[in-house]
């Protein structure tokens, strides 16, 4: 896989989540090949489950996992279903797990995600968003590993 693209996506994972009020602790292109799905990059976000209500919390940690397949098709333009991406499983898996219980009858829960994936869509195509996505690409790029500091360096000046 090409590391701009898996730079894109992780980094949408990272600004998502940060919008969402999680701590990125650390986003890599050289991820560990641990016995899970093999990854190209890998964002390690930590929620403060404590501020959120439990739905709001799996709204929250839904988006930030579609954020990454959405900030791909931002970046290449390819206006492709999560859920038919072999190399997003593992994202849409995570969002459907989390809203599953949310919305348990499955029609009504790919519509769920589908709007999610939407919405994605809309707020990370535009200011500030897709620019803070694009710096922080570029130091992750750069630098292949970031610690939180730097996400949040690279963040704070699009967000803040």
Same mark, same amino acid.
């Given at each position: 896989? @090409? @590391?701009?693209?898996?730079?894109?996506?992780e980094c949408g994972h990272a600004i998502i989540a940060i919008i969402s009020g +999680?701590?990125?602790?650390? $986003?890599t292109l050289e991820p560990e090949w641990d016995d899970g799905p093999?990854?190209? *990059? @890998? +964002?390690?976000?930590?929620?403060?489950?404590?501020n959120y209500s439990a739905r709001d919390l799996r709204l929250r940690k839904a988006q930030t996992a $579609?954020? *990454?397949p959405v900030a791909e098709m931002v970046y290449t333009g390819d206006p492709f279903h999560p859920a038919f991406v072999a190399e997003w499983q593992s994202d849409w @898996?995570?969002?459907?797990?989390? $809203?599953q219980? $949310?919305?348990p009858d499955p029609q009504r829960l790919m519509r769920m995600l589908e709007q999610v994936?939407?919405?994605l869509h809309q707020l990370m195509s535009n200011e500030p968003v897709w620019p803070a996505i694009a710096a922080l690409a570029d130091e992750l790029l750069a630098h292949e590993t970031l610690d939180e500091a730097q996400i949040r360096a690279a963040a704070d000046f699009w967000l803040s």
């Open positions: 896989m @090409d @590391d701009e693209v898996t730079a894109y996506h +999680a701590r990125v602790k650390q $986003l093999a990854r190209y *990059g @890998d +964002a390690r976000v930590e929620w403060r489950v404590s $579609l954020a *990454g @898996d995570i969002a459907s797990s989390e $809203l219980p $949310l919305q994936t939407r919405e």
